[in-house]
């Protein structure tokens, strides 16, 4: 079955940078269309950054210029770089997965597919 496992979460002050990771099994990697979220306590599901099978990429406009999405389909992996962090990029991450295109690429319904999630904490 489709797996999907986050890593790399932690604590950083305002700032500083965390790569995520996001190891698939179960499926084929390289045709599905991938993203990561984020949820604050209280707050909606974002969806942060997407990435297609071809390698095109998007970003919602509070990450773009700070964060980076990108895939290793030969380890079946998916990264999030983030940098220059800020408090309010405080929240569970996780990352998502659809076997195919998708039409919105930030929206969570698109994705059938979601990790259980790592934390992001940034706090001085």
């Known amino acids: 079955q489709v797996q999907l496992v986050e890593s790399g979460g932690g604590s950083v002050q305002p700032g500083g940078s965390l790569r995520l990771s996001c190891a698939g099994s179960?499926?084929?990697?390289?045709?599905?269309?991938m993203a990561w979220f984020r949820q604050a306590p209280g707050a909606l599901r974002e969806g942060v950054a997407a990435?297609?099978?071809?390698?095109?990429?998007n970003y919602a406009d509070s990450v773009k210029g700070r964060f980076t999405i990108s895939k290793d389909n030969a380890k079946d992996t998916l990264y999030l770089q983030m940098n220059s962090l800020k408090p309010t990029d405080t929240a569970m991450y996780y990352c998502?997965?659809?076997?195919?295109?998708?039409?919105?690429?930030?929206?969570?319904?698109?994705?059938?597919?979601w990790g259980q999630g790592t934390q992001v904490t940034v706090s001085s």
């Open positions: 179960g499926f084929t990697f390289s045709t599905y269309s």
């Open positions: 998502a997965a659809y076997p195919g295109p998708v039409a919105s690429d930030l929206a969570a319904y698109e994705y059938n597919y």
């Open positions: 990435i297609d099978s071809d390698g095109s990429t």
